[in-house]
């Protein structure tokens, strides 16, 4: 499962790299829990790519590093809109550089073989594509596991996304 996910990955990145307007590729990593009563440390990761100003695709993964290495996973996939203006405008001019994020998907866990849709909110997003680089403060998304009906939480308290493509690198001056 886990090749699988990376292959996808790899190709989403690669087919994405030469987009044009508003198809910006970052990188994400950062912490990041869905099993909060339990001990130990996750790690979250993953990729967006910009759809347009203001929507986004994201694509993530939830490990938990501390004791056992995923050992638990969670992945999912998202539609993001960032509601307070866009996070980017296509040209080296930056969007909004404080930024709220409103994102809808569903999820996969591995540990349990639960799945279902997710609401998450990202209240405070400080970068833009333009700058290179982006952190998301505070992210929470509460999921349905209709597999085994119950509530999933997800916190994370910073994670970093690194632009790759549609940065200040790739506008003329």
């Known amino acids: 499962m886990k090749k699988v996910i990376i292959i996808v990955m790899a190709l989403l990145l690669l087919s994405s790299l ?3 307007d ?3 590729v970052s990188l994400a990593i950062g912490q990041s829990s869905y099993k909060w009563p339990e ?3 996750s790690i979250t990761y993953g990729m967006n790519i910009g759809l347009t100003g203001r929507l986004e695709l994201g694509i993530w993964g939830i490990s938990s590093a501390v004791p056992l290495p995923f050992q638990s996973n969670m992945f999912g996939i998202e539609l993001g809109y960032s509601i307070m203006g866009e996070r980017s ?3 080296k001019i930056a969007g909004s550089g404080i930024n709220t994020i409103i994102s809808l998907g569903g999820f996969y ?3 349990n073989n639960g799945a279902g849709p997710m609401l998450s909110i990202t209240p405070l997003a400080v970068g833009t ?3 290179g680089r982006r952190e998301r403060i505070l992210k929470t998304g509460f999921g349905y596991d209709a597999v085994n009906n119950e509530l999933v939480v997800t916190f994370s308290l ?3 996304d690194y ?3 549609g940065t200040w690198r790739d506008y003329s001056f």
């Open 163 to 165: 632009f790759v493509h």
């Open 129 to 131: 594509p333009v700058s």
């Open 18 to 20: 030469n987009a044009g």
């Open 39 to 41: 001990k130990g440390i």
């Open 109 to 111: 866990r591995t540990d």
């Open 22 to 24: 508003n198809h910006d």
């Open 158 to 160: 910073i994670s970093i």
């Open 89 to 91: 405008t296509a040209s």
